[in-house]
């Protein structure tokens, strides 16, 4: 059974940084894209953010590329997801994912964090 643990949420100043960590337990393939989405009050789930196990090939929602980077490490079995700029409407609720195949979307997903806050003041 795949579980997956967020952490590294918080508050933080518009412009500041965070870094997330996703901690995988459990047996995932070499075929699944890990990574993150989040959900803002009263919008629907977005994805951000995702990296391929085996390629590393990473995808990033356009609101976030150039200030966020997503690392895979395989000994620790986690995926980082450093936030760097935040801006107050990168507040949400982000979720750590898993899928197998190289879809981004909600509603493909297999396995999912229980999310972790992340609230960016002006």
């Known amino acids: 059974q795949v579980q997956l643990v967020e952490s590294g949420g918080g508050l933080v100043q518009a412009g500041g940084a965070l870094r997330l960590s996703c901690s995988v337990s459990g047996f995932i393939s070499e075929y699944y894209r890990i990574g993150w989405f989040r959900q803002a009050p009263g919008k629907e789930r977005e994805g951000v953010s995702s990296i391929n196990v085996r390629t590393r090939s990473t995808y990033y929602a356009d609101s976030v590329k150039g200030r966020f980077v997503i690392s895979r490490d395989d000994a620790k079995n986690t995926v980082t997801l450093q936030m760097n700029s935040l801006k107050p409407e990168d507040t949400a609720v982000y979720y750590c994912?898993?899928?197998?195949?190289?879809?981004?979307?909600?509603?493909?997903?297999?396995?999912w964090g229980k999310g972790t806050p992340v609230t960016v003041s002006p």
């Open positions: 994912a898993a899928a197998n195949g190289d879809s981004w979307y909600a509603d493909v997903m297999e396995y």
